[in-house]
């Protein structure tokens, strides 16, 4: 069976009027020394033909990975359609953090002063994030700690009773309703499973199209 066997990070911060800064997450990562680690990074290529397309993109990303770094660099460039430097992030930022996703933020000082980021401060603390990073290093420091962060044996070992998860398909052809329940199940379960843990299904796993957006090896047990 396919197993999701490295972390996943979603690189999500501005892209419009932003530098390029997701090009550099993964060099300041080798230097730290950070191995086993996959980077979502949601910066428009070729792949995305359409609006629509890599909104979805963008969704089950921000659903299917493991932590969500949230970094916002000072504005390099004008914007387009006179909108407001880094307003989507925030939105992404307020609703991943209600939702619960682990998420990691770092804000340059340049950009304390934009609408809204010390309320968006205040609300991590409430949600638990202790730290706000000042700079890209440093929120890649945290990934570094929290990935190498020490669990018992008994954590690494999980009891599912049969998830029924929804043939998926093709991301943009699967009903809705399907495809918001099953992005569901699988960011709870990313964030209760890490990769290499033991998972044993009691039951029907359903739709085995989704096991590797899974963390852990699993066991199925009909």
């Given at each position: 069976m396919t197993e999701k066997t490295q972390w996943t990070v979603f690189l999500a911060g501005p892209m419009?009027?932003?530098p390029s800064w997701q090009a550099q997450a993964?060099?300041?990562?080798?230097?730290?020394?950070?191995?086993?680690?996959?980077?979502?990074?949601?910066r428009k290529?070729?792949?995305?033909?359409t609006q629509?397309?890599?909104?979805?993109?963008?969704t089950f990303g921000l659903r299917m990975c493991d932590v969500?770094?949230?970094?916002?660099p000072p504005q390099a460039r004008p914007m387009?359609?006179?909108?407001?430097?880094?307003?989507t992030t925030r939105l992404e930022m307020a609703e991943n953090l209600a939702r619960g996703h682990k998420v990691?933020?770092?804000?340059?000082?340049?950009?304390e002063e934009l609408a809204g980021i010390h309320h968006l401060?205040?609300?991590?603390?409430?949600?638990?994030?202790?730290?706000?990073?000042?700079?890209l290093e440093d929120c890649l420091k945290e990934l570094k700690t929290w990935m190498e962060r020490p669990r018992k044996e008994e954590e690494r070992i999980h009891h599912i009773s049969g998830p029924a998860f929804e043939p998926m398909g093709t991301l943009n052809r699967v009903p809705q309703a399907n495809t918001n329940r099953n992005q569901t199940m699988m960011e709870h379960w990313n964030q209760t499973v890490a990769p290499g843990d033991t998972v044993i299904v009691e039951g029907e796993f359903g739709a085995e199209e989704w096991m590797k957006y899974l963390n852990g090896k699993m066991e199925l047990r009909t």
């Open positions: 419009n009027g932003a993964p060099k300041l990562a080798a230097e730290l020394g950070i191995e086993n680690l996959t980077m979502l990074n949601p290529t070729e792949r995305f033909v629509t397309y890599q909104v979805n993109w963008e969500i770094l949230f970094w916002i387009k359609s006179h909108r407001i430097y880094a307003i990691i933020i770092g804000v340059d000082p340049e950009c401060m205040r609300m991590a603390k409430y949600y638990g994030v202790n730290k706000i990073h000042s700079t």
